[in-house]
């Protein structure tokens, strides 16, 4: 089974900007999709962007314009570029490739923390 793993998260100044990527461990074209979701403290995870196998994305509304999600099937990676970042931003990020057979693998997560 794939494996997810998420890196780059870390405490940034608000307005500030953040890359977070997820690597991987096979092929990602097999996928339906893949998907960053981020549970902010006390709440509940949500989605904040999806791309699919055939590249058509979609963000949460809270993010559209700061955010953009991008995949490298040659890599087997999928970033979440992050700008004009708030503190409300501030959560656990979360990698997740979808697939209709085997359904959903979820990465360990990485923190976000949007501070001055």
């Known amino acids: 089974q794939v494996q997810l793993v998420e890196s780059g998260g870390g405490l940034v100044q608000p307005g500030g900007s953040l890359r977070v990527s997820c690597a991987a461990s096979?092929?990602?074209?097999?996928?339906?999709?893949m998907a960053w979701y981020r549970q902010p403290p006390g709440k509940q995870r949500e989605l904040v962007a999806i791309?699919?196998?055939?590249?058509?994305?979609k963000y949460d509304e809270s993010v559209r314009g700061r955010f953009t999600i991008s995949k490298d099937d040659y890599r087997n990676t999928v970033d979440l570029q992050m700008n004009s970042l708030k503190p409300e931003d501030t959560a656990v990020y979360y990698c997740?490739?979808?697939?209709?057979?085997?359904?959903?693998?979820w990465g360990q997560g990485t923190q976000v923390t949007v501070a001055s």
């Open positions: 997740t490739a979808h697939s209709k057979l085997t359904g959903d693998t």
């Open positions: 096979g092929n990602i074209t097999v996928f339906a999709s």
């Open positions: 791309i699919t196998h055939r590249d058509s994305i």
